[in-house]
Nanobody
Framework: QVHLVESGGGLVQTGGSLRLSCAAS????????VAWFRQAPGKQREFAAW????????KYAEAVKDRFTIARNNAENTASLQMNSLKPEDTAVYYC????????????????WGQGTQVTVSS
């Protein structure tokens, strides 16, 4: 079992930056790929970014590509999502997820989730 806790959300103006963190405890975090998803009010949870468990390989949704950067530190059992050039449409609850048994961008295939952290971008 892996317990995930996100932090770093908040209110920021358009064009600003935020860095989200995901702290893991329990079973070794380094065994799993990690992803960030987000869910805006009234919308389905959507994929944002993914990083492999055993390489620096990453994937991004088109909506966040070139603005967001996912990283991980297995020694510290943490992952992060650096978000730059934020837009109002980035407003959502952001979730950290680990251990997928299916496609990296499919929320339904992840076994471990954090409680989420709110990101609000004002116009």
């Amino acid at each position: 079992q892996v317990h995930l806790v996100e932090s770093g959300g908040g209110l920021v103006q358009t064009g600003g930056s935020l860095r989200l963190s995901c702290a893991a405890s329990g079973r070794s975090f380094s065994d799993y790929s990690v992803a960030w998803f987000r869910q805006a009010p009234g919308k389905q949870r959507e994929f944002a970014a993914w990083i492999a468990w055993n390489s620096p390989a990453t994937k991004y949704a088109e909506a966040v590509k070139d603005r967001f950067t996912i990283a991980r530190n297995n020694a510290e059992n943490t992952a992060s999502l650096q978000m730059n050039s934020l837009k109002p449409e980035d407003t959502a609850v952001y979730y950290c997820a680990a251990y997928s048994t299916g496609p990296y961008d499919s929320a339904g295939h992840y076994h471990y989730w954090g409680q989420g952290t709110q990101v609000t971008v004002s116009s």
